[in-house]
Structures are given as structure tokens and as C-alpha cells.
């Protein structure tokens, strides 16, 4: 007797949905049939971490669709986001939101995968920034540097270089029940750390944490900064009363061109990036490039108080790109490879890389040093892409929350 799936019992038919990890095949489970549809959620709050896209540089400008590269599937996927569109800059991706500037004090959080949108206080609004004006042309913001002088910036300039990452806490989408969610800030010119909670009207900068301006991470309800030698401050930024930071005066590590600090599993990771010169670029550019040659990886030993070296991250992967880094299991995703770190171009805006397949990105694996080839578009698509020099590719974690 043949069976009529269709007519499987709703809650049945939701139960399964819940098993379902890959937002990909949620989304084809709730088109198999309407009942399906209409037993299963529109958006599934259960799955875990996705195997990330990588949003690539526009091929042109006044583009309203942005292309995302599918690594997994080696596919592209065009989403309309106008809001990271030309002469917009993405400062960050966090928990699958993109933070976007413009020329405005604007700081816009934005879904690209539903388009759900939230602001985060203005520009305008943290504490080193004394004034702004629109009707002073090319000198709207006036800003007090820490020794108490007061200079001025464009709207260009601060979109381009006053933050150099923002990280959320979790999604805010995902932010209810009493919890919200809270957004930490790089600044670049003074290294200072700020904060603001959902609902702020303002930032707040962190005292106690200057020139933690590495890189920031948040971790099970705190926030982790680094310097450059790999000292941390621990950061509680939660209730009503004025930020905790403690700090953890590691060992002096070896030194390194970049750092970034990644939250994987109950592990906090110190990863440690080394360029060099491209020699091979200069021959046909005048330009100095840069090329990642390979990577260090620490794991944050709490009770001595150090980093300690790793040799293998088992069946971790790793990402790494513009503003976004994180950590997943490769055996939750068919094709992937362990023991490896996924990078992208992060620093290059400089390098003066503008044709196809320029910018630094690939596959280092742990066991042998070596890297792989990663592709941002397929070798074999008709689809010629050109890179804008000063336009970086970037991680983002698909997430329907």
C-alpha cells in the first residue's frame, strides 16, 4: 500500500523539521507539499550555526544585488541588500548581520538572508566626538584625541577608518526574554573600546580596556580583547552598573603581522597570521603585495593564565575574513575539511589589488602547513568578476533569525 506523506500528522511532520541541522534542507522540507508548509514554522529558531558564504566584492558600482559564494556547494547566491551597496562600508559581521556605515553617522545592522534591519546608536554619539554639524562641509565631526586636542573629520573619513569592527553579543533577532543583545566597538584612532546594549541612545567606552584594539570577541556573555602581544581584558558589560574588565597578562608571544581571537566550542583561540611580500606581484606592479604564508594557532589555558600552542584543531575549522571569524565542525558539513583555517583578505585595501582572483585567501592546514586553493566563484563560470581595490570578500553565516 503506498503512503500518502502528505497527509503525515502536523506535529509529526513539525518533530522532524526540529532534526533537520541545514537551513538548506529546511527549506526544502517546507516545499514538499502545503501541509508540510503549513505545519513547520517560516523561520526555524532551532538550527545551529551555518557553514558561512562569502559575500563578495561588487563587480560594479550602483549594484542593489550583492553576490554571495556558497563554498559547499561551489554555487552563487544574489540577494538584493541596497544597503551594502556602493560608498556603503561593512564594519563587521556578527551572528549572520552585516554593520554597515555610510556617509552619514548611520550604524545599520542588517539581514541579508530576511533583510531585517536595526540601528545601533549614531557615530555621533561616542564619547570622543565633541560635535557634528552637516553644514561644515568636509569637517562635520570635531573629535577630542586623548591628550585633549580637537580635530576634525568628513563624513568619507569617518565611514572609511574611525571603527575598525563592530561584534555583537547574539543576533537581535534572537535577543528576547529578558535577555537583549550588546554590540562592542573597535575605535581606530585611539584603540579605545565602547559598548551600547540594545536600546541605547549612546556608546559608552570601556574603561580599563584601551589599546585592546587587536580584536574583540564575545564569549558566553563577555567580551575578550587582545593587543598585539597577546594580553587580554576579560569585559563584562552586563547589568546596570559600569563594565568589569579584568586582565590576563599572558606570556609575550612570538610577534605576528595580525591577530584574532575566535570563540570555538568551550575553547577561546588566539590565531596568529604571518605575511610576506609577494615578489612575484612586483614583477608586474609596482605596488607592495602581501601574501598570508602561514598561521599559528593558541588556546587560552585559564588556569595558568597563557597561551598554549595547538598542533591540531581535530575536526574544527576555522574561518577568517573582514571583520568575521569563527569556528565550526567540519563533520557537520559534508565536504568540508578539519583541521584547517579558512581566510580571507582582510588588510589588503591598500595592496592595490584590483583584477580577477586577486585577493589573499585560501585553505592552511594544520598537519602540514601548507595551503589550498579557495576559489570565490567558480573557475568554470562564464561570470568574469573584477574586484574593486579597496572592496575586501566576507564571511557571513546565513541566518534566518
Same mark, same amino acid.
Given at each position: ?24 534542507? =529546511? ?126 573629520? *568628513? ?21 528576547? #526574554? ?8 573597535? /575605535? ?41 602581544? #597577546? ?28 591577530? =584574532?581571537? /575566535? ?16 615578489? #612575484? ?8 603585495? =602581501? ?12 588556569? #595558568? ?21 569563527? *569556528?565550526?565542525?567540519? *563533520? ?23 583584477? /580577477? ?25 562564464? =561570470? ?18
Amino acid at each position: 500500500m503506498e503512503v500518502d506523506w502528505t497527509q503525515l500528522p502536523p506535529e509529526l511532520a513539525e518533530s522532524i523539521s526540529k532534526k533537520l541541522t541545514i537551513y538548506a534542507d =529546511y527549506l526544502r522540507f517546507r516545499v514538499v507539499c502545503h501541509s508540510w508548509r503549513a505545519s513547520v514554522p517560516k523561520t526555524p529558531h532551532h538550527l545551529p550555526p551555518q557553514l558561512p558564504w562569502l559575500m563578495l566584492p561588487q563587480s560594479q558600482p550602483n549594484q542593489s544585488h550583492r553576490a554571495f559564494f556558497n563554498i559547499s556547494n561551489s554555487r552563487v547566491h544574489f540577494l538584493h541588500l541596497p544597503e551594502a551597496s556602493h560608498r556603503k562600508r561593512r564594519c563587521g559581521s556578527s551572528h549572520g548581520w552585516l554593520v554597515i556605515l555610510d556617509e552619514t553617522p548611520s550604524v545599520l545592522l542588517v539581514n541579508p538572508l530576511t533583510r531585517a534591519k536595526r540601528h545601533l546608536p549614531p557615530l555621533s554619539t561616542f564619547p570622543n566626538v565633541v560635535r557634528f554639524d552637516y553644514s561644515d562641509v568636509g569637517r562635520e565631526y570635531a573629535l577630542v584625541s586623548p591628550s585633549g586636542d580637537v580635530y576634525t573629520r *568628513s563624513l568619507t573619513q569617518m565611514r572609511d577608518s574611525f571603527l575598525k569592527k563592530v561584534v555583537l553579543s547574539s543576533s537581535p533577532l534572537e535577543a528576547r #526574554g529578558g535577555f537583549t543583545f550588546t554590540a562592542v566597538a573597535i /575605535v581606530n584612532q585611539t584603540g579605545d573600546l565602547a559598548f551600547c546594549r540594545d536600546g541605547d541612545q549612546t556608546w559608552t567606552f570601556i574603561d580599563g580596556a584601551q589599546s585592546y584594539s587587536e580584536d574583540v570577541v564575545s564569549v558566553n556573555g563577555l567580551f575578550y580583547a587582545v593587543d598585539k602581544k #597577546g594580553t587580554v581584558a576579560e569585559c563584562d558589560v552586563n547589568g546596570p552598573s559600569p563594565p568589569r574588565v579584568r586582565l590576563i597578562r599572558t606570556p609575550r608571544l612570538e610577534d605576528a603581522d595580525m591577530r =584574532y581571537l /575566535v570563540s570555538s566550542g568551550d575553547d577561546l583561540l588566539l590565531v596568529s597570521r604571518y605575511l610576506q611580500i609577494d615578489y #612575484g606581484f612586483l614583477v608586474y606592479n609596482a605596488n607592495v603585495n =602581501y601574501r598570508t604564508v602561514k598561521f599559528d594557532v593558541f588556546r587560552m589555558n585559564w588556569l #595558568g593564565e597563557r597561551w598554549d600552542k595547538v598542533e591540531n584543531l581535530g575536526d574544527r575549522m576555522v574561518f577568517i575574513g573582514e571583520n568575521s571569524w569563527f *569556528s565550526l565542525l567540519a *563533520s557537520d558539513f559534508p565536504g568540508s575539511l578539519g583541521n584547517c583555517i579558512y581566510f580571507t583578505d582582510d588588510y589588503s585595501e591598500s595592496n592595490n589589488e584590483s583584477g /580577477v582572483w586577486g585577493y589573499d585567501s585560501g585553505i592552511f592546514k594544520l598537519w602540514d602547513g601548507t595551503i589550498q586553493e579557495l576559489p570565490p566563484y567558480p573557475r568554470n563560470s562564464n =561570470y568574469e568578476v573584477h574586484w574593486p581595490a579597496g572592496s575586501l570578500p566576507l564571511w557571513v553565516t546565513p541566518n534566518p533569525c
